[in-house]
């Protein structure tokens, strides 16, 4: 693993073992979970002190690349992961699928339960229905590299039941599937999006631990401005992220002052990522 360290420039030796412990890891040479070779072990094939290791190991470990445990070593963590990553289209709320397929290859979905069910106040206020009307209940679990992403429960809007059979709720973007088969224009999607931790039933069929993080996508869509579903998604925390992308305008007042902010105002791009 080990390239020698320059000992003749005036760039620190804990930095330079950083630095090399650092490509080792994200270039994927060490992957989560694995142990980095011990502090003796790093003296001895470096030539360094045992100050100088465990001086690079810190810096490692202050940025969430590897875990120290007393008595045990270091360990890579989830957060170092270095797999491909899907990035979701900000602009085009149907691209789910599309990027799953381009950056990760097909998505495999097993269909769990499709059910009636009566709406909730909370999803009938979502739907624009009636409290207690029968909804398509419909829970799926997505895989993609071969192992477990999301879980998520979706309720149909009436209006679409008549559309979809099991083999359509197979599809990894019921939401773009629907509006090819309805002929109607999906439109908009409002999307929250909270952190939690993993219950026994949702690790057990994501390959978590219960208690693991999450991230929870609660979102409604809309076609030609009417509800068409209400869903809600849990995904592994260490498989998947949002990343915003942030940008001024440059006009008016804020241009003049050189902030470039629009009456204080930001405008920003969404993206969703997923390691695999």
Known sequence: ??????????????????????????????????????????????GVSRVTVRTALKRLEED??????????????????????????????????????RQAGPPSIELLSVETYPASAALAAMLDVTEGTELLRIRRLGSVGDAPLWIETRNLHPDYEAFVDDEHLRSASVTALLGTLTG???DSSQLRISAGAATSEQARHLGLQPGDPVLINEFTVRADGRPVEAARAIFRGDRYAFAVEVFAAVTGTAAA?????????LESRFRQEVTT
């Open 184 to 186: 109607r224009h999906i």
């Open 64 to 101: 969430g690349l590897i875990s120290t445990h007393q008595g045990r070593g270091a360990f890579v963590t989830s957060q170092a992961a270095s797999g491909a990553t899907i990035v979701r289209n900000p602009a085009n709320l149907l691209s789910f699928e599309d990027d799953l397929l």
């Open 1 to 46: 693993m080990s390239t020698m360290l320059r000992r003749k420039v005036p760039v620190p030796l804990y930095h330079q073992l950083e630095l090399q412990l650092r490509a080792a890891i994200e270039e994927g040479r060490f992957r989560p979970g694995d142990q980095l070779p011990t502090e003796a072990a790093l003296q001895q094939e470096y």
């Open 257 to 265: 002052s050189g902030l470039g902010f629009p009456n204080g105002g």
